[in-house]
């Protein structure tokens, strides 16, 4: 999304203009966000075409007759004025990329990709042909992706826009490439061609190629015209509906119907799509739910390896009541964990720098020296800002522990290049204390990263003072959108994205008339909005329910909800509630499936909500040490030197040691600042023992792998899947 220039308006009917989507010659195409808060793409007609009275027929016939298309594939048309100065008309809006984005950035899609997208753009054209319309532009970049599936856009509205201007005879209709034999030649056209475009769009999808070649538009019509398609890369088991689509002769064509038919069985059962598309929708889906609200702007701005036991020490504290922790190395050498850089291309400005200092005969400050106490190698110090004294303790502490850990297993390594100290500083949860955790980091000019921190409220008011400081953050439990700035990681998926997998959930199971609770809170928001739309965008029936924070008589919001008899219930707030909700839910008979996000993955959920917590499906972002299989060596060295279990989180903060020492070490230097480090971080791809990491190199938000989905059984959670697939 562009910036709104300076005579793009802020306002169109009730819609609060957020950005530009594009442009062409007839007009432009706006974001806006409607005001209930769904977001659509507005086409907005220039002025030179709107004082046409032609034009104004013929807008006004096409548009309501696309108002008929009524198909979950194709984008409709949700409002409009013709009779406006300049005329206009509101779509859906469709966060995920245009093939063309895909297919061009990420390379062609897989085969059962590629039929079920075939058989999904049919259906879509089949309600386009059944309202008396031809597509006329049936191309890569007029199909939107979605994780339920495909959206064509710009049905019947592309015909209106076209017979406005190109009346001479002879014209052409169309995109080059993707066009038909008849739209080559400036012949009338019907359904047929849309037929062949479509075939055209299927190579591209399979193939990355065009079946006519490139080059000069005269020569790519005249091969569309007279030449065979080249399909010498199409997987076989396409060629023989593809194949006739191409067909020269429009009646040699498959209809719509038969392409739906032939490709159908392709449709149902697991993503059809390849994981880098769908976490490139995840993030766009996620950038729109972090535009402002229509309350929230102004009416005249513009929107711009296994772990190691061994000695421990305890945690001192200074005056000011922050943590400090030195980890000694235990004797031994373990494996350290594999790590992946890549390239350093960002430049982080401004900050004191941090460099790798040979600690000579000084006392060896928790490395392992070479059998006499001493090192020789350099020093480099991670600080860890975390709650261990506050509401979060339990997470904290575990987080503290699970990082010495990590560190007293990078100083068991005789190969390692430098020496690690980890600096932790307890802000209680408080945020002024949190501020004070980073001028302490700051002015440690050894200390290159910091992790945390527990609390998201202490995490939001510390940001500042880390980008004041450009000191890397890595967050591994904090996940509000809010956080972006030049220094934040964001090392798990954001409370938004989280829901994806509940959405492949109804949607494999056909569930319908979801009850979607939130609390009223920023994280219920967060949880529920962009499910919301994608429910909605799906033709599911959302039942949007607010039961607010602390709500005494749950029993009868519970009761309530019930007699609407949704399919199933999903609850977007935290444990305390849920717990009380749960049991509410079964007073009320419900008996369907029962849906909790991150913050329900907390022991104190399982402890309030006793035996009605079973059978509830939760999905989180943590890899419980006690579920997931990767994280139980982890779990089982933290029990041999903590004596206790880890808990959530903890695997995390130990991953999140492996992330930056890795990558400190992966930049070869015998000198590495805080400068140096921060793109380094943000172009790495880690393997840990919780999950995958890898950023956005321009924001650093998580692009991995990394929600988890539960199911309490017998009083705990179990794991059974991760990212919507089930182990």
Known sequence: MEPLRSTDPARIAGYRVLGRLGAGGMGVVLLGRSPGGALVAIKLIRAEYADDTAFRARFRREVAIARQVRNRWAVPVVDADTEAPAPWLATEFVPGPALSEAVGGGGPLPERGVRALGSMLAEALEAVHAAGLVHRDVKPGNVLLGLDGPRLIDFGIARALDDTVLTATDVIVGSPGFLSPEQAQGRRIGPASDVFSLGCVLVYAATGGRPFGTGPVEAMLFRTVHDAADLGALPPGLLPVVGACLSKNPEDRPSAADIRQAFAEDVSGGSWLPAPVTHLIAERSARMLALPD????????????????GPDTDT???????????????VGRRRFLAYVTGGAALAASGGTAAWLVSSGDDEDPGGEGEGDGKTARPELHIGLQADLSGPSAAVGKGQDRAARLAVAEHNARRDAPFTLRLTTVDDGGDEERAKAAVRRFAEDPLLVAAIGATGTDAAREALVAYDEAALPLLSVVDGDIRHLNRIFLCARP????????????????EIDRIALVDDGTEYGRQTTRFLDAGLRGNNRTVLAETVREGTRDLDA????????????????????????????????????????TQAVHDPRFLAEAGGDAAGWLVVSTAADPASVPSVHPFAAAYRKRFDGAPPLFAAEAYDAVGLIAGCAEGLGREKVSRQDLLPALRTTSYKGVSKSYAFESANGMYTGTGVFIYRVERGRFRYIGMDGREV
């Open 557 to 596: 919001e519970a009761e309530r909800i019930a007699a609407k008899q949704p399919g199933a219930v999903v609850y977007g707030g935290g444990w305390r509630d849920a717990g009380r909700f749960a049991k509410s839910l079964t007073r009320a008979g419900f008996l369907g499936p029962k849906i909790g």
């Open 316 to 330: 001192g504290t200074d005056a000011g009541g922050r943590d400090t922790t030195s980890v000694p190395a235990p």
């Open 494 to 509: 954001r409370n938004d994205m989280q829901m994806l997998p509940v959405a492949q959930f109804l949607g494999a199971y």
């Open 294 to 309: 229509i309350d929230a702007t102004s009416l005249d701005a513009r929107p711009v390896g296994g772990p190691v036991g």
